[in-house]
């Protein structure tokens, strides 16, 4: 009898070490499971919140081609947000100025298209109030903000009888509109998220081929103007309107080759030797085939790389 007692004493107590190993091992568990999600970033890895890359501006922002079927593309912002892999808010508009970015109400009226790919609609809001309102509604989100805009203020100088006087008179309002709109960007994005402003290819420089080649006197006159006009009017004013914003400005103009004295030459079909700078603005964008000032889906490209390597 008392053997049989021990024997069932010796089970139960079996049983019980076997409970506490089995109680002991699920707090080892759990207590391990803690120990990882408070490890830095790991919370952070499992329940990561969403990137938006923010961009603005005007046809350039939007990626518009003439060819092969006129509208936008996704132009340099689709290559940015693949690259980055980040949700694209695209609030660009098609012939946006530093004015009307500020104070047109939606994407309309003379404006457009608007993005093609990840667009933002805004029809009772400015281009500025839309995406501050969303900046402000997504803190810790905002990846980068990229903005093109003031192109479109000068372009009517390119016919003007003096066009470097002409672009030296907007440049006054373009600075002052670009530095309102990076300013208003900054206070509702917060300080550590990258604001990237963008210039343009000098694309006047085609004026060198187009429409006729060899070119007028007056057409080689106009794409020299261009490129003293950008280098020290336009871009200066763009660069100093971001610097006040904490911004990062890109000067697309220089990385595309249109400082390149006018007297480098190099070969392009079908017209032979031309001026260097000339021959890359005719592979990057329309102007040399169709008289077109937007980039080409290479010229796109190209910004997008400009605008990653500028975050590095």
């Keep these: 009898m008392s053997g049989g007692r021990e024997g069932t004493c010796r089970g139960r107590d079996v049983v019980k070490k076997s409970i506490a190993m089995r109680t002991v091992c699920a707090a080892i568990v759990v207590m391990s499971i803690a120990a990882v999600v408070a490890l830095p970033g790991a919370s952070q890895a499992t329940t990561s919140a969403k990137k938006y890359y923010v961009s603005l501006g005007d046809s350039y922002s939007v990626g518009y081609q003439p060819s092969p079927t006129p509208g936008a593309t996704s132009g340099y912002t689709g290559y940015v947000a693949k690259k980055l892999k980040y949700q694209l808010e695209n609030f660009g508009c098609g012939g946006a100025t530093t004015s009307s970015i500020l104070n047109t109400v939606g994407c309309t009226g003379g404006f457009g298209p608007p993005a093609a790919t990840d667009a933002v609609a805004y029809p009772t809001q400015t281009q500025i109030a839309a995406a501050d309102a969303f900046l402000t509604a997504h803190p810790g989100q905002i990846g980068l903000i990229t903005v093109s805009i003031g192109g479109n203020d000068v372009t ?17 309002a373009i600075t002052t509109n670009v530095t309102t709109l990076a300013t208003d960007l900054r206070a509702a994005a917060g300080a550590g998220v990258p604001i990237v402003g963008l210039t343009y290819p000098d694309v006047l420089l085609g004026e060198w081929v187009y ?11 106009l794409a020299t103007a261009s490129v003293t006009a950008f280098q020290t009017l336009i871009n200066p004013a763009l660069q100093k309107a971001y610097a006040a914003a904490g911004g990062t400005f890109v000067d697309v103009t ?34 040399c085939q169709l008289g077109n000032i937007h980039a080409n889906s290479k010229g796109y490209k190209d910004i997008g790389k400009l605008i990653t ?3 590095s």
């Design 254 to 287: 220089s990385a595309t080759g249109a400082y390149t004295p006018l007297t480098t030459l190099a070969k392009l079909s079908p017209y032979g030797k031309i001026p260097k700078a000339v021959v890359e603005v005719c592979k990057l964008t329309w102007f």
């Design 211 to 221: 429409p006729t080649f060899p070119a007028s006197s007056a057409d080689q006159s």
């Design 156 to 172: 009517s100088c390119a016919s003007d009888p003096s066009p470097t006087t002409c672009v030296a008179a907007a440049t006054g």
């Design 309 to 311: 390597k500028s975050l």
